[in-house]
């Protein structure tokens, strides 16, 4: 398994990350709504985001998918991927949703855990 970083999970850092994902979270919800051909592209961008979260927040330089990060929540890998398959569709937008809360909720318990 993949450690987290502690220092990388601070508060004001995952509510900074989450914030950028709100931003593109509105966009995303909107280009679906228009049923925009943009929201490939919205999306990929997102996936992007979290990847990045993933990877700092693990001292990473790249996102593993044959290794179990500490910071993703159950069965987030597997999730991930899926939305990567897909990125143009309403339930990988949902599914993104979810993990993007689902992993700062985890990382809230890891802050304390630790």
Known sequence: MIEV????????????WF????????????????RDASVKVLMEQAITLYEQFIKESSDESVVRTDETYEVLPINGMERLQFV????????????LDELFIETKKKCARLRLKK
């Open 5 to 16: 970083n502690k220092e990388k999970i601070t508060k004001e850092h995952v509510d900074a």
């Open 19 to 34: 914030a950028n994902w709100k931003q593109q979270q509105e966009a995303i919800h909107e280009a679906h709504s228009k």
């Open 84 to 95: 990567k398959t897909r990125p143009g569709q309403y339930a990988c937008y949902r599914q």
